[in-house]
């Protein structure tokens, strides 16, 4: 049972208690301050100059994070004059001639390197404890002679490979081996060694369970946790074997239930119920943190072990509130600081009054949040030993030494591992020490006040301001689902079901409003499971097509009179009833052309957002631009140009043909929709949708049919105003030719608006971050199976990264899940068909002829079920080879060789297409010469290439990718009209009467 003690009297006393232990602690900290003579006053000195300007300390932090991939003097004085250029009016004056310093290969350059890299080291050397076994030995005896125990915290890069998550379990099975004999061998002391019940194990590690698996997937739970508790018991059993301790941290918000689920899953198997030498993180800035408490002690009184709770604030506060906000979902964390630290405050009191089974950890650096913890011990009577104080190796100073010398059990959590991958964690320790809320900041400040400090966080927000969040200026794009969360996987794998008994039905034409079958059908099946029809739909004739085009002839006069307000709300109408459909259309999609659920519920969204954008776009365009003098008026409007053909891929089923449709009808045009053959169920769902919003017969038809077919008479025909095509380079461009063959029956010239594919390279830079340039490339590249005109088919790599880059690469792509797309798990699935698979094979065989792929996956067993084919990296590509120069549309990736940012831009450049780029790079001056010289519509910095979304992305390129301006951008619509101006001469026999005194 969990002890409550809540009355008046006992919170006045457990206050009066904080503020006497706080203040006591602190007026003992004003003499023991670091002075002068010691490097740590040095480096607090540093901390408070980066702190007074945001600019420099921004600067700052990225140069040390860059500063381990920099491996000449000449990149580190680059770099160092790149970051702090803009900057440096900021900086005092001998800072200023450091930046200024001669060329980067001077003797006063290499000096300024030297000086860099070494204070950067010494740096990290305060935050980490070594990377050796006996360096790690070494730092962890010392802090045993200071009287602290200790946790190891293993750093390194992100693991995205199985060959990453081994040696991730291998370095700490060997630690756990290699230091569990030599602690041994200390002399007892209680203080560390003893808890209110007995010996408590001396080694004590820190395990971040998303290290144990190349794809810590939470939208894969099953699979994921399968994987993870693999490797995790190896790890329980050793440490039970040499008698350690290992906690579960806990890191962003979406691995959370995921972590918690392996965690209690492993821990409630018979092997592992009676093991109490374990612990689990748990983070107070988490709005459902205290729900997570309770639920972990009712397992643990459950299990009948107890467990031990590291309480912490949380250190992915920006990153949490900057994801939700990106991707418009709920905020997980607290809005404001005063919330946390009450959180944690209840937190803590909670778990003393359930120490039983939950033991206590109170980790923070925050005087007024360990002090309230210590009262409510006081007032609980829990024994001294049966909870810790827990701090940062390198921030916990002399109050971890205050608290030691009264008894308490101090931990200091460290981090050790090598130092380049460690910066990452050095950067978020100095970002933690330096924001704008922190305890140590203020603390530090010359005239801090104890009162201020140690203030009662509830009594803060009783006069705080809420958080208001400042509006989207325009327009705010339809949240992803989030499929981390039960609940959203549940309602997919019921979508799945039962669009799965809906298979084998017919679908109908329909032309003017009316369902038209035929006696040819189009037979639609699963790219996963060739077996698998889905359904079976009429195909249209060269003389349906002219019965559609007549359809939307006839339906155009009363659809552009339609006022422009009314057809937005039509569609607006049609966004509404894909928002309820959206798990029963994007199980059609992940079916029927094989996308995976992440990328089958994009497609959903991104159907929305066209609606919506068009919608809000159409209504500005209605207010006629005015141009008035005296005597004359003039109004600048736009008219619909008649009747548009939309021809749309498989690719992006829904949002392809939304799109472009929506675009259409939000102008006043009608349209006559020719889905792709491989997706014209999706489409009949489509238009099944424009129907029950109420859109007119006529104004949209639907015709599916085989292109070669019915296409001549669509792009031919003289009744037809504008095409709107997204497809391959050779089709766009025989429509364009086409259209272009004007007939003398027209009574306007064609409008071609066509979107046709890109042969898209990534640039990895020599300092690129390599955790996030290899996992950018592969999923650019890999993702859908490479079926996106935005794919990344190319991989350009400058200097002496291109090794490191390609192991890594080729170790992570070997770690995808290849398989059906309707698996929660799948990352990769299928190609679309077999004309598809044929096509790339045909690009791998001639591949072949000149190297071997550096990789090729194994898809035999599942290749007998559908159309598939893995992922295919080639390495020492030449850039004029067919691979890298041909649009593929498929899984294989060229990877190619540059010596230069300069080079790389050439090459990338050197093909007819322009659609999208992307470069990895830390370097401001490189980001810059690639967003202002490589040539395509969607250029990409940091970040995959892939994933435009409407407004903020506009999407289209230019060369060979595309006619016409970009779609879901403010100039799109501008393609469905006509401009007209009404000049309107208002002198009546000499006079201009006023404009309000007109009747």
């Not at 049972?1 to 904080?18: C, G, H, I, L, Q």
């Not at 650096?365 to 810790?388: G, M």
């Not at 006696?519 to 499971?529: D, F, Q, T, V, Y």
């Not at 698998?532 to 155009?556: C, W, Y």
């Amino acid at each position: 049972m969990s002890v409550s003690t809540e009355n008046a009297d006992t919170t006045s006393a457990v206050e009066e208690e904080t503020r006497r232990i706080a203040q006591d602690v602190w007026h003992r900290l004003a003499h023991r301050r670091p002075s002068l003579f010691e490097r740590r006053w040095w480096d607090d000195r540093l901390m408070d100059w980066a702190m007074a300007d945001e600019s420099v300390k921004v600067q700052m932090f990225r140069f040390v994070d860059v500063l381990p991939m920099l491996r000449t003097h000449e990149s580190v004085t680059r770099h160092l004059r790149e970051y702090f250029e803009e900057a440096k009016r900021h900086l005092p004056l001998a800072a200023r001639l450091v930046v200024d310093a001669g060329p980067p290969d001077s003797m006063l350059g290499r000096a300024v390197a030297v000086s860099a890299r070494s204070n950067a080291t010494r740096m990290a050397k305060r935050f980490i404890a070594g990377e050796t076994v006996d360096e790690v030995f070494h730092s962890v005896k010392e802090l045993r002679d200071s009287g602290f125990a200790f946790t190891l915290d293993l750093l390194g890069e992100a693991v995205i490979s199985d060959v990453e998550a081994d040696h991730y379990q291998q370095q700490y099975l060997k630690l756990i081996e290699g230091l569990s004999g030599r602690v041994e061998e200390w002399p007892e002391d209680p203080q560390l060694d003893w808890d209110h019940e007995g010996r408590i194990p001396r080694v004590n590690m820190s395990v971040k369970l998303s290290a144990l698996d190349s794809h810590f997937d939470p939208t894969d739970p099953d699979g994921t946790s399968g994987r993870v508790k693999e490797r995790l018991r190896e790890i329980f059993r050793t440490a039970r074997q040499h008698g350690a301790f290992i906690n579960i941290d806990m890191e962003q918000y979406a691995y959370k239930t995921l972590t918690q689920r392996i965690f209690k899953e492993t821990l409630s198997e018979p092997e592992f119920a009676d093991v109490a030498d374990v612990g689990i993180v748990n983070q107070a800035y988490l709005v459902d943190s205290e729900d997570d408490l309770r639920s972990l002690n009712e397992w643990a009184r459950k299990r009948g072990t107890p467990i031990h709770v590291r309480l912490v604030k949380g250190a992915y506060w920006d990153y949490e509130t900057v994801v939700a906000k990106s991707r418009g979902w709920p905020i997980p964390v607290f809005r404001q600081k005063w919330q946390s630290d009450a959180s944690f405050e209840r937190q803590s009191k909670y778990l003393l009054e359930n120490y039983e089974y939950l033991r206590p950890a109170i980790a923070s650096h925050n005087l007024r949040s360990i002090a309230h913890a210590l009262a409510w011990a006081k007032v609980l009577d829990v024994p001294q030993h049966a909870y810790e104080l827990q701090m940062l190796y390198g921030m916990a100073g002399d109050p971890a030494d205050l608290f030691a010398e009264r008894g308490y059990r101090v931990r200091i959590y460290t981090p050790f591992g090598a130092l380049v991958p460690g910066m990452g964690y050095l950067v978020r320790r100095l970002l933690e020490n330096t924001s704008n809320d922190s305890f140590l900041r203020h603390s530090y400040e010359p005239n801090a006040s104890i009162e201020d400090l140690i203030m009662n966080p509830n009594d803060i927000g009783a006069t705080a301001p809420p958080v208001e969040d400042e509006p989207y200026a325009e327009f705010e794009n339809e949240p992803l689902v989030d499929f981390t969360q039960d609940e959203s996987r549940e309602a997919m794998l019921a979508a799945l079901e039962e669009v799965r008994d809906q298979f084998g039905r017919e679908y109908a034409l329909v032309i003017n409003g009316r369902a038209i079958d035929t006696s040819k059908r189009l037979e639609s099946a699963n790219p996963s499971n060739k077996k698998e029809k889905l359904g079976h739909v009429s195909m249209a004739t060269p003389a349906q097509a002219t019965e559609a085009i007549d359809a939307a002839r006839n339906a155009f006069k009363a659809w552009s009179e339609t006022p422009a307000d009314r057809r937005a709300e039509l569609l607006e109408l049609v966004a509404a009833e894909m928002r309820m459909r959206r798990y029963e259309l994007a199980a059609w999609i992940v079916f029927e052309v094989g996308k995976p659920w992440a990328e089958a519920d994009g497609d959903v969204a991104e159907a929305i957002d066209f609606c919506r954008y068009y919608a809000q776009r159409v209504r500005a365009m209605d207010d006629p631009r005015a141009v008035n003098i005296p005597g004359e008026e003039n109004s600048y409007w736009y008219r619909p140009r008649g009747v548009a053909v939309v021809i749309s891929p498989w690719n992006f089923p829904l949002a392809i043909l939304t799109g472009m449709t929506t675009a259409a009808l939000a102008t006043g045009n009608t349209v006559v929709m020719k889905p792709a053959e491989q997706s014209s169920i999706i489409a009949f769902k489509l238009m099944q949708i424009f129907q029950n919003a109420g859109i007119p017969d006529g104004v949209v038809n639907y015709l599916p049919g085989v292109g070669e077919e019915v296409g001549p008479e669509l792009v031919g025909s003289p009744d037809v105003d504008l095409i709107a095509f997204t497809g391959s380079k050779d089709v766009g461009l025989a429509i364009n030719a086409t259209a272009a063959d004007t007939d003398d029956r027209q009574t306007s010239v064609k409008q071609v608006i066509a979107e046709m594919g890109g042969k898209n390279a990534i640039l990895i830079d020599e300092d690129a971050d390599l955790d996030e340039a290899v996992v950018g490339v592969m999923e650019s590249a890999f993702g859908y199976a490479g079926q996106k005109c935005s794919a990344c088919s190319r991989a350009i790599v400058i200097g002496d990264v291109y090794d490191a880059f390609i192991e890594r690469l080729v170790e992570a792509t070997k770690s995808l899940h290849i398989g059906p797309a309707e698996e929660s798990g799948t990352q990769v699935g299928p190609v679309i068909d077999k004309e598809a698979l044929a096509k790339i094979q045909s690009y791998i065989e001639f591949a072949d002829e000149i190297n071997e792929p550096t990789y090729r996956a194994d898809v035999k067993s599942l290749a007998k079920q559908g159309h598939f084919i893995g992922p295919h990296i080639y390495t020492e590509v030449a850039p004029e080879d067919r691979i890298a120069q041909e649009e593929i549309f498929g899984p294989v990736l060229a990877v190619i060789r540059a010596g230069d940012i300069d080079e790389a831009i050439e090459i990338a450049n050197n093909t007819k297409f322009a659609l999208t780029a992307g470069i990895f790079s830390r370097s401001p001056v490189n980001l810059r010469k690639a967003a202002s010289r490589l040539q395509a519509g969607n250029i990409y910095l940091n970040r995959g290439i892939t994933g435009a979304l409407v407004n903020r992305q506009p999407f289209g390129g230019y060369h060979m990718s595309g006619i016409g301006s970009k779609a879901g951008g403010p100039d799109y619509l501008l393609q469905f009209v006509v401009p007209v101006n009404v000049t309107e001469n208002t002198m009546r026999r000499g006079f201009a009467p006023e404009k309000d005194s007109e009747a």
